[in-house]
Structure formats: structure tokens, C-alpha cells
């Protein structure tokens, strides 16, 4: 029974995600276009190479494609353990419980977004929750604290609508609408196969690297230990703030790059 909810829990981020998947199409409605170009009917792969060098052409909008990508990346490493370090420190009720609070938030989020539809900047909606997004995985990582890990998985899935929402309505408005599919298709891949990297590797550079680190007479354990704690989960927690560090620097990184942060103004837009 015990295993049985367990699973159920590892279950929950998956399950949320693809509950704003769904969501995603009915607060963002793509743009009602024509075509003004050839429809590709090549392979598989031309299409794919069709869409890298459209964004290759275009280094704003390969600037957003390459950030969502690492952000993904780094936030993927770290969800790969998260149902492991929540259960480290509570029963799987209370992991139940702190998802169920993941997906109100995503479900604020969500109707916040729709509201405000990212401001006449959405670029800088981009930056602003890729960081709000990295400083959440920091802080489920620093305590093994309930209440600090259910407030950094309602922040985190927040704002996850707003990067989505933000990014997506960049892309739409600055891809040529007979090349959407494929630049949206890459994208997608990309995406997809970042997180399966992510969650290939999160375990083992769980288990082989930060768990040891922060044993009981571990390499970090009298530095780093003395601040977010020592013991079983608290190599992953160690983890999340690496992750999340990494997220918000790269979502300074993409602020600095002229390209990216202008890309609302210097591209023209192929969409009305």
C-alpha cells in the first residue's frame, strides 16, 4: 500500500503538467492566420532542419528556444528527485497534499495570465518568472520543511503559466505562420527530450554525487550542511538549489543578451 501511493506521488508533476498542456490551448488560442508561404511537404527531418534554420536566421528567437531549453533542463534535474526528497521528511499524504497545492497554483497562475496576457513586454514576463521559477527550486531545496517546500511548489507552478504563456505568444506573433508548425514542432522535441535527459541522469547524479556529499562526515557536510541541513534527502536538497541557481542564471544571462531582450522590438512581426 505504501509503494502503491508512492507511485501515485511521482505521478503528481507529470499529471499537473499535462493539466496545463490542456489548459494551455484555451488561454492561448493561437492566432487566427493565413498562410502567405509554401506549406512544406518534405520529410520528417526537412521540416525539422526547415525550422532550425528559420530560428538560426532569427538569433532573438533561437535566444528564447535555447533559454526554455536549459531552464527546462536544470528544473527537470531537479523535479527528477523531488517526490524522493519530499518523502525524505513526510509521509506520502503529505506529498499528495503539497502537489494538490502545485496544481491550485498552476490553476491561479493559469487565470492571472489570462488576465493580464504578459504586458506590452512580455519578453521581460519571460526573464522575470524563469527567475521567480529558479528562486522556487532554491527554496524547496535549502529545508526539509513542509511548509517551505509546499509554498516553493505553489510559487514554482505560479508562475509556470507565464513563462509558457509569455514565450508562446512571442514565438506566435514572430514566426511566419507556414512555418509555425515546424519551428513549434522543434521546439516541442526539444523540450521533450530535454526532460527525458533530465530525468535520466537526476537520479544517479542523485544517488552518486550530492547524497554523498551531504552524509553524516560527508565533503559538504560541515559548510553547506550547517545551512540546509545533513542527512538522507539532503544531497537532493542540495540538488535544488544547485538547479535553481542555474535557472535564474540563465535567465539573467538571456536579460543581458541584446537580441533576446529585444527581440519584441527588433524583429518585426509576422503576425497582425
Do not use: C
Amino acid at each position: 500500500m505504501h509503494a502503491a501511493r508512492t507511485e501515485k506521488g511521482r505521478a503528481g508533476v507529470p499529471q499537473i503538467k499535462a493539466q496545463w498542456a490542456r489548459m494551455q490551448t484555451f488561454f492561448f488560442p493561437g492566432p487566427k492566420t493565413e498562410s502567405h508561404g509554401a506549406e512544406g511537404h518534405g520529410s520528417w527531418a526537412k521540416d525539422m532542419w526547415q525550422g532550425w534554420g528559420y530560428l538560426v536566421a532569427r538569433p532573438g528567437l533561437m535566444g528564447l528556444v535555447v533559454i526554455f531549453t536549459l531552464v527546462n533542463f536544470f528544473v527537470g534535474t531537479a523535479e527528477a528527485v523531488l517526490t524522493p526528497m519530499i518523502l525524505s521528511f513526510t509521509t506520502p499524504e503529505g506529498l499528495g497534499v503539497i502537489f494538490s497545492v502545485g496544481g491550485v497554483g498552476m490553476l491561479i497562475g493559469g487565470v492571472l495570465m489570462n488576465m493580464w496576457g504578459g504586458g506590452g513586454r512580455k519578453v521581460y514576463a519571460v526573464f522575470g518568472s524563469y527567475a521567480m521559477l529558479g528562486l522556487a527550486v532554491v527554496l524547496a531545496g535549502t529545508a526539509p520543511s513542509v511548509g517551505l517546500v509546499t509554498a516553493a511548489v505553489f510559487l514554482a507552478f505560479l508562475f509556470l503559466p507565464t513563462v509558457m504563456g509569455a514565450s508562446q505568444a512571442i514565438m506566435q506573433v514572430k514566426v511566419a505562420p507556414d512555418v509555425q508548425g515546424r519551428v513549434f514542432a522543434l521546439r516541442a522535441m526539444l523540450n521533450t527530450s530535454t526532460f527525458a535527459v533530465a530525468y535520466l541522469i537526476g537520479g544517479p547524479l542523485a544517488d552518486k554525487v550530492f547524497e554523498p556529499l551531504m552524509t553524516d562526515g560527508g565533503t559538504l557536510a560541515g559548510s553547506l550542511g550547517r545551512l540546509i541541513g545533513v542527512g538522507p534527502g539532503r544531497g537532493m536538497g542540495l540538488m535544488f538549489v544547485v538547479m535553481g541557481l542555474l535557472a535564474i542564471a540563465t535567465a539573467a544571462s538571456a536579460f543581458a543578451y541584446p537580441r533576446i531582450r529585444n527581440v519584441e522590438t527588433e524583429l518585426p512581426d509576422a503576425v497582425q
